[in-house]
């Protein structure tokens, strides 16, 4: 049977309760994911824009790019500095987790 929405949320907040709350114990894990939706706005502006990549490669290239580039600036790099590097073949490379 079809339940409310107050129902539905109130089951899953109880199904996945640690998830939830999670940001509370794990002083890793942000309040919001705020992080995540920015890294991904600035891909759907340009797809909205120009109409979408003309080619899968195009498509690929600027994902890699912008990957990339987001990267860096999560880290404090100074991003001209590093495409400078990159266009001398010698790229920074971002410091894993």
């Not at 891909?43 to 860096?72: E, N, P, W």
């Amino acid at each position: 049977p079809r339940q409310s929405k107050a129902t539905n949320l109130l089951l899953r907040l109880r199904t996945y309760t640690d998830d939830v709350w999670r940001f509370a114990t794990d002083p890793g894990v942000p309040f919001t994911n705020n992080l995540a939706e920015q890294a991904v706005r600035m891909s759907k502006v340009k797809q909205k824009v120009s109409g979408g990549f003309r080619t899968k490669k195009g498509a690929d290239a600027y994902c890699i790019i912008h990957s990339y580039l987001a990267t860096m600036h999560k880290q404090g790099a100074n991003l001209f500095h590093a495409l400078i590097l990159t266009f001398q073949g010698q790229p920074p490379q971002p410091r894993l987790a």
